[in-house]
């Protein structure tokens, strides 16, 4: 059973920065994809970043040019950098993580507000 905590989240203004980080106790070295997903209150789960197998990576609309998701795979950790925060970004944001077997692992979660 892979497990996920996520860790940096907070309150800053429009315009701040926050780094999320996400421990995964099992990772692998391919055929694995990794991201964030966030949820605001009333609305859907919504992918965030996606780094995929391969090294690609996929963004959403609305973080593309302000957020980067980035791995390091010899501390089992996975990083959301976020720059130029709006208060839209307000969220709990999800790390998760599918092995190379097709499971899927998900965090609890960690809030993110962002005043303006």
């Known amino acids: 059973q892979v497990q996920l905590a996520e860790s940096g989240g907070g309150s800053v203004q429009t315009g701040g920065s926050l780094r999320l980080s996400c421990t995964v106790s099992?990772?692998?070295?391919?055929?694995?994809?990794l991201g964030w997903y966030r949820q605001a209150p009333g609305k859907q789960r919504e992918l965030a970043a996606v780094?995929?197998?391969?090294?690609?990576?996929i963004y959403a609309d609305s973080v593309k040019g302000r957020f980067t998701i980035s791995r390091a795979n010899a501390n089992h950790m996975i990083y959301l950098q976020m720059s130029s925060l709006k208060p839209e970004d307000t969220a709990v944001y999800y790390c998760?993580?599918?092995?190379?077997?097709?499971?899927?692992?998900w965090g609890q979660g960690t809030q993110v507000t962002v005043s303006s």
């Open positions: 099992e990772i692998s070295t391919s055929s694995d994809a």
């Open positions: 780094l995929s197998s391969g090294g690609k990576t």
């Open positions: 998760y993580y599918q092995t190379p077997w097709g499971n899927v692992y």
